[in-house]
């Protein structure tokens, strides 16, 4: 982290009459600076006040100095206690202020050292708009500590005595409810003189005349601690470095209970975790529709769940012929998919009982449809309840085995290969049976597609080259594959070639590609291996193929083309009739004559080259029985390759892939199972 003084996290200010939230980065850089942020858990001490919480910060090793003397309204400045910073428990503290003025600044200037973002408030009719400084304040607190807060401690006389903090109180209190987490701080208050029991009672009887919200709806329990010195003058110094002790102590036991709670509830996050979720919660700050913080859904925001999984379940558990299989066979590898789906590496580990509730539950009850989930020629069935309730006690099982240390994938490996016999008979051209997610993309010879996804998390990265992975074999039925793949790297662009055609003409587009890989000059390294999609149309469409399926280079494409083409692009013949073939033949010999044949053989075939030469010529090519889909040379050079066609019956256009289509797609577009060497048959 950069050596820097400032502090500030979040700040409101006012432009234009609105109000604005200024957010830096100053969460994930505090919390990146930690040693190891991975496995370290921070708790987190929310301090309210000013003179008085100087000196707690300082007694927590925690100095403020300029430029961070001040706080305004709804302005929040985090550190991170040295004590324990280099432990698995950090304190990360949050320090703010409720000053006695009711105005708010400017919008600062974008410092050197940090990020900052602006954001307005959103003034939406459904919701209720901060009116003044103080409720902005209110707001911030409300939508951004407290979901986080292990101990909220205000110092009441900074913030001018018990009745300021019941009239907060009593704010955030009739505020909306800030998180669904059933994990509620501790409110410590502060005070310099007095007796707790009574300022304690004064403190809660306030609130009571304020609202009807009582204290323990949102926070866990209510504590008051005073600093004030009744013994003599002799012992007056070191009993109050005693009540400051007794404070520090009380902080301390208050947030070990809140961590021990947070294991319980799966909340408690590590100090990656709590940067990324701060960052969610300040991005929606701004929105005053925004729903209470949902720590769950916010770590699958990046990540959600398929929209089409009830669809490729649905695929999968057509293979199901009965009960037994049902049970047996389908449960453990939905169950085990879901896993997958939910816990990558470096997930948070929630229970996985919150996590099939609002993730799939809906999708498994509506799965089996409105009534069961029957199946032919037997009288057992399994209700959508009964099915649902089934996966999540099967996930909730093979979850305990995440807990201690495996990961998702290698428990999900394991689990597949379990039932190699029942995936020998199974195949889709639709859905991934690896995850269950997606449509599958690469084809080895067994048959089981596996998606992009898959071969990421499953095949091995190669040790001269981290972007070509290596597929020994099949997850599913465990058959020798030997397939390679390049993935494409998640910050690269892509890089496009299309090549035209023209029939016979179509060697140009070659030629002009050989003067390209001759400029480049990479020995070793033909051209096409520099593109990421390679499309083509009629003779274009076979110098793809070429190219990247079969992987030839352009020496060979354009030496095989010459031959290849005459055979491919042979015009359509003079019929052979008896008597006025002859005569036929001869006016075919007049220019005229025979553009107005070949303009009404055109019209008449609507196709300028008869579909049997062609057909030939690809086949001679690419072989008689294999695969556009099939695993190629274009998926070793991560060329994602397309053909523009169109059909021979009603001419209707088509665009075939090596990719299997991956994408989104309309409901009424599907996919023609037609091989490779009729990929091309009616190329005009």
């Known amino acids: 982290m950069t050596r820097c003084k400032h502090t500030g996290w979040l700040r409101v200010s006012t432009k234009d009459q609105a109000y604005v939230i200024e957010s830096s980065d100053r969460a994930q850089r505090l919390l990146d600076s930690l040693p190891r942020p991975d496995s370290q858990y921070p708790s987190t001490l929310v301090l309210v006040g000013n003179a008085t919480k100087r000196v707690a910060m300082q007694r927590l090793g925690v100095d403020i100095t300029p430029p961070n003397t001040t706080r305004g309204h709804g302005e929040i400045h985090l550190s991170l206690a040295p004590v324990g910073a280099s432990g698995g428990r950090p304190t990360l503290i949050a320090d703010a202020d409720i000053p006695h003025h009711k105005r708010l600044g400017r919008p600062r200037k974008s410092t050197l050292c940090h990020e900052l973002v602006t954001r307005s408030i959103s003034t939406a009719h459904s919701a209720t708009i901060p009116s003044t400084a103080v409720a902005s304040g209110d707001h911030v607190y409300n939508r951004t500590l407290f979901p986080f807060a292990d101990v909220v401690c205000l110092f009441a006389d900074d913030v001018g005595g018990v009745e300021v903090v019941a009239q907060r109180l009593a704010s955030w209190l009739t505020l909306e409810t800030p998180s669904t987490s059933s994990v509620r701080p501790w409110l410590v208050v502060v005070t310099n003189g007095g007796e707790e029991s009574s300022a304690r009672n004064q403190l809660l009887q306030a609130v009571r005349k304020r609202t009807n919200v009582h204290a323990s709806e949102r926070f866990h329990g209510v504590r008051v601690i005073s600093l004030a010195d009744t013994s003599p003058k002799s012992l007056r110094r070191r009993l109050h470095s005693l009540r400051w002790d007794i404070l520090s102590n009380e902080l301390s036991y208050m947030a070990e209970t809140k961590r021990v709670e947070r294991v319980l509830a799966s909340c408690l996050f590590s100090a990656t975790h709590l940067a990324g979720l701060l960052r969610h919660a300040t991005a929606q700050l701004g929105d005053a529709d925004a729903p209470p913080l949902n720590f769950l859904a916010l770590s699958r925001l990046d990540n959600p769940v398929a929209a089409d999984l009830q669809a490729h379940l649905?695929?999968?558990?057509?293979?199901?012929?009965?009960?037994?299989?049902?049970?047996?066979?389908?449960?453990?590898?939905?169950?085990?998919?879901?896993?997958?789906?939910?816990?990558?590496?470096?997930?948070?580990?929630?229970?996985?009982?919150?996590?099939?509730?609002?993730?799939?539950?809906?999708?498994?009850?509506?799965?089996?449809?409105?009534?069961?989930l029957a199946h032919e020629g037997s009288t057992d069935f399994v209700l959508p309840s009964q099915f649902s309730k089934m996966i999540e006690a099967q996930m909730t099982r093979m979850f305990r085995q995440l807990t201690m240390g495996q990961s998702a994938a290698s428990l999900h490996r394991q689990l597949v290969a379990a039932f190699a016999e029942d995936w020998r008979r199974l195949r889709s051209d639709s859905t991934c049976f690896h995850c269950l997610?997606?449509?599958?993309?690469?084809?080895?010879?067994?048959?089981?597609?596996?998606?992009m996804d898959c071969v990421k998390i499953f095949g091995v990265a190669s040790a001269a080259d981290p972007w070509l992975i290596d597929v020994d074999e099949c997850l599913l039925c465990g058959h020798n594959v030997g397939m390679q793949i390049r993935v494409k790297p998640d910050t690269a662009s892509p890089r496009v070639l299309c090549i035209d055609g023209g029939g016979t003409r179509g060697k140009y587009p070659l030629k002009f590609l050989k003067q390209l890989e001759d400029d480049i000059g990479l020995p070793g390294h033909p051209v096409q291996k520099n593109f990421d999609v390679v499309f083509g149309t009629s003779s274009g469409a076979i110098s793809a193929g070429a190219l990247c399926i079969n992987g030839w280079t352009v020496d060979e494409c354009i030496a095989r083309f010459e031959s290849l083409s005459n055979q491919a692009f042979t015009p359509r013949g003079v019929p052979s009739i008896p008597i006025i073939g002859s005569f036929v033949r001869l006016m075919m010999q007049i220019p005229l004559v025979a553009t107005a044949v070949r303009a009404a053989a055109l019209l008449l075939f609507d196709s300028r080259y008869p579909s049997r030469h062609i057909e030939q010529a690809l086949r001679d090519m690419f072989g008689s029985e294999r695969s556009i889909a099939d695993y190629s040379a274009a998926d070793t050079m991560g060329a994602m390759v397309g053909m523009t066609v169109a059909t021979v019956q009603d001419a209707s256009a088509c665009i075939f892939t090596n990719y299997n289509g991956v994408g989104h797609r309309g409901e009424d577009h599907g996919s023609l199972p037609i091989p490779l060497t009729r990929s091309a048959d009616a190329i005009r």
């Open 314 to 372: 649905a695929r999968f558990l057509t293979h199901c012929d009965s009960v037994d299989a049902l049970k047996r066979f389908a449960v453990p590898v939905i169950a085990s998919s879901f896993l997958l789906d939910h816990y990558p590496p470096g997930m948070h580990l929630f229970d996985p009982r919150d996590v099939f509730q609002m993730f799939y539950k809906d999708v498994c009850y509506n799965v089996c449809g409105a009534a069961v």
């Open 437 to 451: 997610r997606r449509r599958p993309q690469f084809f080895p010879e067994c048959g089981h597609g596996q998606c």
